[in-house]
Structures are given as C-alpha cells and as structure tokens.
Nanobody
Framework: DVQLQASGGGLVQAGGSLRLSCAVS????????IGWFRQAPGKGREGVSC????????YTADSVKGRFTISSDNAQNTVYLQMNNLKPEDTAVYSC?????????????????WGKGTLVTVSS
C-alpha cells in the first residue's frame, strides 16, 4: 500500500504564494504518478498537476499553467506544488494521490490511493 500526507495549506492573500508538500510512503511494485487534485466549495474534484515516477510532468491544468509548478524529491519521497500568484478561485481543499501510470490526472481515473487534503484559502 501507499500512504500520502499533504501539508502546507493555509490562508494567503490574492497574489501570494504557498508551497504544498506531499509525503509519500509505503511499498508498491507500481511506479505511480503522483498528482495534486483540488475540490473547491460546492464543486467537483479536478486535477491540478501530476508528475511521473521518473520526474516528468504529465499534466497541468490550464487554469494554473504559468502559476503552479509541480516537482519531486525522490530522496525525500516528497512531491511539491509551488503555487504563485494565487487567486480567490484557487481556494479549495488540495489533496495528493497516487495515480496508476495507465490512469489519467485530467479525467480522474486510475487513482489508487488518496491522501488527506490540506485547505488553501485565498482572500481577495
């Protein structure tokens, strides 16, 4: 099994920055892609950005391109989401998850493990 723990959320003003961390642990024979997903109040969950086990960025949502950057530190088993120029519409619970390499971050299938989310609130 794979365990994921997201952290780093908080309250920030519009235009500010936050860095989320996803600590990944456990054993698996699958080289999972790790992704960040978010769910805003009253809305469905959406994929934000994903990175493969080899460090390739496999998906970034159009709504965050140029503002959010995903990265990984394999030595620390941690995946980061650097969020810059935050907007009120970025307010959501952000969760990280392990996605089967044959799955899709954009269409949310093949997601085998979820971590508990962290709340990001952007004030205007």
């Amino acid at each position: 099994d794979v365990q994921l723990q997201a952290s780093g959320g908080g309250l920030v003003q519009a235009g500010g920055s936050l860095r989320l961390s996803c600590a990944v642990s456990g054993y698996t024979a699958v080289d999972y892609t790790i992704g960040w997903f978010r769910q805003a109040p009253g809305k469905g969950r959406e994929g934000v950005s994903c990175i493969s086990a080899s460090g390739s960025i496999t998906y970034t949502a159009d709504s965050v391109k140029g503002r959010f950057t995903i990265s990984s530190d394999n030595a620390q088993n941690t995946v980061y989401l650097q969020m810059n120029n935050l907007k009120p519409e970025d307010t959501a619970v952000y969760s990280c998850a392990a996605v089967d390499p044959r799955g899709s971050c954009q269409f949310l299938y093949g997601i085998d493990y979820w971590g508990k989310g962290t709340l990001v609130t952007v004030s205007s």
